[in-house]
Nanobody
Framework: QVQLVESGGDLVQPGGSLRLSCVVF?????????MGWYRQAPGKQRELVAS???????DYADSVKGRFAISRDDAKNIVYLQMHNLEREDTAVYYC?????????WGQGTQVTVSS
């Protein structure tokens, strides 16, 4: 059974930084070509904010471009999301998962709250 465990979320002031981690258990991510970080804000649909391929190509939503950086360590089965210059609009629960449906279960997510 595949389990995704996200961590690193916190309450942070605007302009602050956080690094999120996602450990995948039960499935090796080196055979998952495309991994991503998603977020869901209150009252909004879950959205993909960053993704990384096994070859290292990254893509970002316009709202986070230049502020977030996604990376993956296939040897450790971890996907990271480094977030800088956080804005109130980044407040959400953040999840990692495959992009394209190879993983069908979701973790609990990690809460990021940006507030002064």
């Amino acid at each position: 059974q595949v389990q995704l465990v996200e961590s690193g979320g916190d309450l942070v002031q605007p302009g602050g930084s956080l690094r999120l981690s996602c450990v995948v258990f039960g499935r090796s991510i080196d055979n998952i070509y495309h991994m991503g970080w998603y977020r869901q804000a209150p009252g909004k649909q879950r959205e993909l904010v960053a993704s990384v391929t096994r070859t290292g190509r990254t893509d970002y939503a316009d709202s986070v471009k230049g502020r977030f950086a996604i990376s993956r360590d296939d040897a450790k089965n971890i996907v990271y999301l480094q977030m800088h210059n956080l804005e109130r609009e980044d407040t959400a629960v953040y999840y990692c998962n495959s992009v394209g449906g190879q993983l069908t279960s979701w973790g609990q997510g990690t809460q990021v709250t940006v507030s002064s």
